[in-house]
């Protein structure tokens, strides 16, 4: 379970990386370079990629908010469920 977990996470790493580069464009004018460098340091950064994945997918991509929300925010619950079991696991 933990390499699908891994493997996701890095898939919709990159689809966020795109997100983060055009939604970088979208907000402060700016293309090429500039945007793909701002974009490879924020992208897995866990919450603050997520929130500029979000923004990016909405504004630039013209997604619905519930979308990219799903989308980028998938680990969370993932990561919930894994800690409550463990904790459960761990009460055993």
């Known amino acids: 379970m933990q390499v699908f977990i891994g493997i996701a996470y ?6 966020q990386f795109f997100a983060i580069v ?3 464009g979208k907000a ?13 340091f924020l992208t ?3 919450l603050i990629g997520s ?4 923004y990016g997918a909405t504004k630039a991509w013209h997604w619905e908010l519930w979308q990219a929300v799903i989308l980028f925010f998938w680990y969370i619950p993932f990561v919930a469920v894994f800690v409550i079991f463990d904790m ?5």
């Open 10 to 15: 890095f898939i919709v790493g990159i689809v």
């Open 22 to 24: 055009d939604g970088i």
């Open 28 to 40: 402060l004018d700016i293309n090429g370079f500039f945007a793909w460098m701002i974009g490879m």
């Open 44 to 46: 897995y950064i866990p």
């Open 51 to 54: 929130i500029a994945g979000v």
């Open 88 to 92: 459960l696991d761990r009460r055993r």
